[in-house]
Nanobody, 122 residues
Framework: QVQLVESGGGLVQAGGSLRLSCAAS????????MGWFRQAPGKEREFVAG????????NYADSVKGRFTISRDNAKNTVYLQMNSLKPEDTAVYFC???????????????WGQGTQVTVSS
């Protein structure tokens, strides 16, 4: 069992940066692939970025490639999402999720955090 708690969201101007953190409980964190998803009002939850259990492989949605970076520190049971060059269309609730392997399908992630709001003003 893994419990996930996101933090680091907030209000930022377009072009700015934020770093999201997701702290996990449980000793099995290092065995899970981790993903970040986001959900804007009226839209479906979408994949943003993912990372394998070891941290050796990452994957990004085209909309954030080159601007966002996912990383993890297994010693701290934490996964991060560094978001640079933010745009108003990045406004959403951001969720971290844990699953058995790196993928883009939200239904294949077993564990979810409660989400953190990111708002980008123009």
């Amino acid at each position: 069992q893994v419990q996930l708690v996101e933090s680091g969201g907030g209000l930022v101007q377009a072009g700015g940066s934020l770093r999201l953190s997701c702290a996990a409980s449980g000793r099995a964190f290092s065995t899970y692939a981790m993903g970040w998803f986001r959900q804007a009002p009226g839209k479906e939850r979408e994949f943003v970025a993912g990372i394998t259990a070891s941290g050796g492989t990452t994957n990004y949605a085209d909309s954030v490639k080159g601007r966002f970076t996912i990383s993890r520190d297994n010693a701290k049971n934490t996964v991060y999402l560094q978001m640079n060059s933010l745009k108003p269309e990045d406004t959403a609730v951001y969720f971290c999720a844990g699953g058995s392997y790196l993928n883009r399908r939200r239904d294949l992630y077993e564990y979810w955090g409660q989400g953190t709001q990111v708002t980008v003003s123009s």
